[in-house]
């Protein structure tokens, strides 16, 4: 990597040592920073040209006679207009001056600019058609943000909702109805995806964080490996005055907060409850390092959660609160450093920590003992060198590198090294887990990422060309104990004995009788790392041309290539051209139409990959079940056995009859030679076909009108048809059975009989019949994953925003949002609920909303004091009923396959997946701030944030992962029945005070 940067810098030397200019105008801020992307016109008695400045500020003018000239600046968006006069003297080679712009207070959202200027008016954009939101950090400062969490943000944008969660950590937004884990998040416009599921990396906190650009539809080729949305988090750079912030905050929990007899989940998503309390502290300061040439800023925050859990077991006497906290530390430096007129680097580096317990006890009580706590740590780095320089006054160009690493532990266990146990009582009702937990999940993840972009203007034409190659390599430990797992049941005599001692939380494994009854006992036989290199490319090219005065027209194409994409089969997906177009079209001052169509490819999950690794199998007797498939024709009769399988890491299971004494199972090692005989439920293989890249198409239409100065409306209508998403096939499935055939079921083991390769129970263990044999080592299931998965969205988006006039004391802004969002797949692994019956699955998407209704208005009382209700009303979510297979003679499912999807038993005869509707739903949040003004540009602030208000009990439109929240329910659509099992978070409050100094 550093022979790499030190090539780049060479290069760059050689190229600027020959760069020769007559003039230069340096356009700058009232702080001294250099202003990109800014149009300068010189003019003398016989000559007139424009240029625009580089990344460092700087305008180019080449053989210029001597004489007077004017240097002028137009009024634009950010900065009110400025001329200079000066004069360039017979004979001299260089000349250099400087135009400073003064700055107008502005804020650009939804794709529209906004002025508050002197007339305070706002600003139509005629320049493109994407369909983009934009929050600077003077907007986020003044919303009612939990926790500093720049995301908290985002779901009061169109096309962006807050998301039903995949996982407990998964990404909270939702961009155009798919899950957020479709959402490709950049920080500086390089990576930020922890590429394993999809979350983003490094949460950059909003103390490095300079504004949010989130790209919903129809944005540039320079940006892709997403299907959906982009969400790029621009950070803070230094200046040359001295900047920055000191702050604390906190939210006290139960002290003030309303009372919920439902969970809330912390900011990383974990589920959180009473005696719940957040502690946050960080420092920023920003400043020059060598005055106009190198500046620096550095950000640290640091949160503390304290959370008590319930350990609540009566048959042992035990009722205690069990104190768990989570860490999160996240560091961040940027050095800028403008080397000359046209180079600029800049260095940065974010480091951040995250300990979040898993303590034991529950949220309402739980037999989880201390003992079988667990940390999820995960550790983080990137380090990104970006650079931009002009190669001539119309070509200029980037080179960037980053490289990073990230590592999710998700269950760090203090007990590593022993075994775990799963204690019943007489009745076989599990009283307490306690020892080291039987699940490993260890992933690493080192990636690096080169970019190589060039612009050039050419008259009317401004040409974008680029090149992206990202490579990453993996590594898990995804296993079970390898010290064993014990099943155990106590007699009446010790568990009254066990009760008698007394032991509390402390339980441990060694205070279990050793003449216990062993119901079951397994043993991991795998501690063994593995993984892939995923390797992404991407190349792109564009036009963003004036046709006429009134017309824009952009077009551009991208290819994108990702080698996970051959999946069991010899190449990848290869045919992956996206092209993409849109106008903006300006009717008059007042009126602009714009619109667009385009292709967007997304990368492939590595999960999708490592699950193909980690849950296969690869015994002869699996193999001969593959081949029985092949022979039938259900698995491509071309596919090559040992390129589609795995040793994938499997668990000897010993159940009674075979069962050892307590603490005296054999070891993994020990255990080898069950590996080819032991069955498991499903494993799963490569697709010997390979996978296509998911991909979407869009289509957009817009339209804007600037009512007054400083009011505005602005519509879209945005389709986005999604294809190729990811879905699991079931091989060996049993044939499809009609559960409208009310008061009977069909048994598990009539369904497995069923099957291609039928299936039978030995003693525990399934077994497979082939060519009239019995064939232990196989599975029961056999899973694959395919990308033929679809997903259709579309939406109208209205929106009015009105800016604080001259002597106004309030603006707002409201945004109204009808969509729909249908399709057959939510995640990677989801599976049909009958016989792969995919078109029974084709339904409302679980992120549906049909209305979305955000108003944000701002007060402004006296100088230096917001007050800013916010209202977010969202109809319900879907609702999926499931059969009460009870009421048909069956125990959990119906169809017999032995498998939920999520759901505690099939879906309700006669329904469909989530046919029903949750009730809407309705929150007030409001924000205070207050700004003691002190010397010196500095001062106080004083904060108080109010989530939910009215303490509204909304069932529907919060963060839940799906098993957990209310969008499964029992029984038929017509009983009307509702249990509810969780709720969005009652009324809740945050107070903060900061110190800041210089232009915070």
Request: hydrophobic share 30%.
């Given at each position: ?621 699996f193999k001969k079940e593959l081949a029985e498939l092949q022979r039938l024709g259900i698995l491509d009769k071309n596919a ?219 007060y402004y009382p006296i100088k230096n004091l917001t007050l800013t209700p916010a209202m977010l009303f969202q109809s319900g ?86 098993s957990a929240s209310n969008q499964i329910q029992p029984g038929p659509k017509s009983s009307n029945v509702l249990n509810i ?20």
């Amino acid at each position: 990597m550093k022979r790499i940067i030190l090539s780049f810098v060479a290069v760059f030397a050689t190229i600027f040592a020959y760069a020769q200019t007559t003039l230069t105008v340096n356009v700058k801020n009232a702080e001294g920073e250099g202003l990109a992307n800014i149009e300068v016109t010189i003019t003398s008695k016989n000559l007139n040209k424009s240029a625009p400045t580089n990344a460092s500020g700087a305008a180019l003018f080449q053989n210029l006679p001597s004489g007077n000239y004017v240097a002028k600046v137009k009024s634009s968006i950010n900065y009110n207009a400025n001329n200079i006069n000066f004069y360039i003297p017979t004979g001299k080679p260089e000349k250099s001056v400087d135009l400073v712009l003064t700055s107008k207070d502005s804020y650009q959202l939804q794709e529209v600019a906004i002025t508050e200027n002197k007339n305070k008016s706002v600003t139509i954009n005629k320049t493109d058609a994407a369909v983009a939101q934009y929050i600077s950090k003077s907007q986020i400062q003044t919303l009612p943000i939990e926790g500093r969490d720049v995301t908290k943000s985002l779901y009061r944008l169109p096309n962006i909702t807050i998301s039903s969660l995949g996982y407990n950590e998964a990404p909270s937004i939702a961009i155009n109805g798919l899950s957020g884990i479709y959402t490709n998040y950049l920080i500086d416009g390089m990576d930020n995806n922890e590429r394993f599921l999809g979350n983003s990396k490094f949460n950059t906190p909003f103390g490095f964080t300079e504004s949010v650009t989130v790209l919903t539809n129809n944005y540039s080729v320079e940006y892709g490996n997403t299907s959906n949305g982009i969400v790029n988090v621009e950070t803070r750079s230094g200046s040359n005055d001295f900047t920055g912030e000191v702050f604390y905050l906190t939210r006290p929990g139960s002290i003030v907060d309303a009372k919920s007899a439902f969970a809330s989940v912390d900011l990383y998503g974990n589920p959180v409850k009473d005696g719940f309390q957040r502690q946050q502290l960080g420092v920023g300061v920003g400043g020059p390092i060598v005055k106009d040439k190198t500046f620096f800023y550095f950000n640290l925050e640091q949160t503390n959660d304290i959370k008590d859990n319930l350990l609540n077991v009566p048959q042992l006497g035990v009722n205690e609160a069990v104190r768990g906290r989570n860490y999160f530390t996240y560091a961040s430096g940027k050095i800028d450093q403008y080397w000359n007129k046209n180079f600029h680097s800049s260095l940065r580096a974010n480091v951040g920590s995250f300990d979040i317990d898993a303590q034991g006890g529950g949220l309402t009580g739980g037999n989880n003992f201390p003992s079988s706590g667990s940390t999820q740590k995960n550790r983080t780095y990137l380090i990104a060198l970006k650079n931009d320089y002009n190669i001539s006054p119309k070509l200029k160009a980037e080179t960037n590198v980053q490289t990073s690493f990230f590592r999710w532990n998700y269950r760090d266990r203090p007990n590593i090294g022993k075994p775990g146990v799963s204690v019943q009582d007489p009745s076989g009702v599990t009283i307490a887990n306690i020892g080291s937990i039987d699940y490993i999940f260890d992933d690493g993840e080192y990636t690096n990422q080169l970019q190589q972009k060039f612009r050039y203007k050419a008259g009317k034409h401004n040409l974008l060309g680029g090149a992206e190659f990202t490579t990453s390599d993996f590594s898990l430990l995804g296993a079970g104990n390898s010290y064993g797992y014990y099943t155990v049941r106590l007699n009446a005599q010790q568990l009254a004995d066990l009760k008698a001692k007394n032991i509390g939380a402390a339980l441990d494994i060694n205070d279990i009788p050793s003449d216990v009854q062993v119901i079951q006992y397994k043993v991991d036989l795998d501690q063994k790392v593995f993984g892939v290199r995923q390797n992404v490319f991407n190349i792109y090219a564009e036009d963003n041309f004036k046709a006429t005065d009134k017309l824009d027209i952009n077009l551009g194409v991208r290819y994108d290539y990702d080698n996970l994409s051959k999946a069991g089969d010899t190449k990848g997906d290869r045919n992956n051209i996206g092209p993409r177009f849109s106008f903006n079209y300006k009717i008059d001052d007042k009126n602009v139409i714009r619109g667009g169509v385009g292709r967007f490819y997304d990368k492939i999950k590595y999960s999708v990959t490592s699950d193909n690794l980690q849950f296969s199998g690869n015994s002869p007797n699996f193999k001969k079940e593959l081949a029985e498939l092949q022979r039938l024709g259900i698995l491509d009769k071309n596919a090559n056995l040992d390129r589609i399988t795995y040793p994938g890491n499997l668990r000897a299971i010993y159940e009674q009859g075979s069962t050892p004494g307590y603490l005296q199972g054999k070891s993994s090692a020990e255990s080898q030679g069950n590996r080819d005989f032991q069955s498991n439920s499903n494993f799963r293989i490569k697709n010997p076909n390979g996978y296509q890249n998911p991909y979407s198409d869009q289509f957009t239409l817009g339209y804007q009108r600037k009512l007054a100065d400083n009011i505005l409306f602005d519509v879209d209508l945005v389709a986005s048809n999604t294809n190729d998403l990811y879905r699991i096939t079931n091989l060996n499935s049993p044939p499809p059975f009609d559960p409208k055939q009310v008061g009977s079921v069909r048994t598990t083991a009539n369904a497995n009989s069923l099957r291609p390769v039928p299936i039978k129970t030995v003693n525990g263990q399934f077994v497979a019949t082939v060519g009239g044999q019995d064939l232990s080592g196989i599975a029961r299931d056999v899973y694959m994953t395919e990308t033929a998965g679809k997903a259709r969205y579309a939406a109208a988006n209205f929106s009015f925003i009105k800016t604080k006039g001259e002597g106004e004391k309030f603006s707002y802004r409201f945004s109204y949002t009808l969509s729909s969002i249908k399709d057959d797949t939510e995640g990677i692994n989801v599976r049909a609920q009958d016989a792969n019956n995919w078109a029974a699955e084709y339904a409302y998407g679980d992120n549906d909303r049909t209305h979305v209704i955000n108003a944000l208005f701002t007060y402004y009382p006296i100088k230096n004091l917001t007050l800013t209700p916010a209202m977010l009303f969202q109809s319900g979510q879907p609702i999926t009923r499931y059969a009460i297979a009870s009421q048909y003679g069956g125990v959990t499912d119906l169809n017999g396959n032995g498998e939920s999807q999520g759901l505690p038993a099939d879906i309700q005869p006669g329904e469909t997946r989530n046919n029903d509707r949750l009730p809407s739903a309705t929150s007030f949040d409001f924000s205070a701030k207050y700004r003691l003004t002190l010397k010196n540009k500095s001062g106080i602030e004083f904060s108080a944030d109010i989530y939910n208000l009215l303490n509204s009990t909304n069932l529907t439109g919060f963060a839940s992962t799906r098993s957990a929240s209310n969008q499964i329910q029992p029984g038929p659509k017509s009983s009307n029945v509702l249990n509810i099992r969780a709720a969005g978070p009652p009324r809740q409050f945050q107070f903060g005070v900061r110190y800041v100094f210089g232009n915070f």
